[in-house]
Nanobody, 120 residues
Framework: QLQASGGGLVQAGGSLRLSCAAS????????MGWFRQAPGKEREFVAAISWSSSNTDYADSVKGRFTISRENGKNTVALQMNSLKPEDTAVYYC???????????????WGRGTLVTVSS
């Protein structure tokens, strides 16, 4: 189970921090990350971080504004979102996968989404 928190309403240029924790799974070394789905659009990759934190990946649209991080040795992940834009408005989904490719393209595990709304 993936439990995310931290969504909400923020003005353009503001910041939000999303957090997510995985629990109840037998797979302990999970790569984790975030996808999002804006109204009327397909779900898209946002960011991912490997189990050891040695690798990160970001969508071009969020590079330089979003930072993904995790606690060493734990199945938790955070997404610090700065300089938010109205086009960042979406439901954000915490994801996890035992494979690095899967975490960025088609994760096995999805949490319930948390809504982020950026007003102009």
């Amino acid at each position: 189970q993936l439990q995310a928190s931290g969504g909400g309403l923020v003005q353009a240029g503001g910041s939000l921090r999303l957090s997510c924790a995985a629990s109840g799974r037998t797979v302990t070394r999970l790569h984790m990350g975030w996808f999002r789905q804006a109204p009327g659009k397909e779900r898209e990759f946002v960011a991912a971080i490997s189990w050891s934190s040695s690798n990160t990946d970001y969508a071009d649209s969020v590079k330089g504004r979003f930072t993904i991080s995790r606690e060493n040795g734990k199945n938790t992940v955070a997404l610090q979102m700065n300089s938010l834009k109205p086009e960042d408005t979406a439901v954000y989904y915490c994801i996890a996968d035992s494979e690095w490719v899967g975490a960025r393209r088609g994760p096995d595990y999805w949490g319930r989404g948390t809504l982020v709304t950026v007003s102009s």
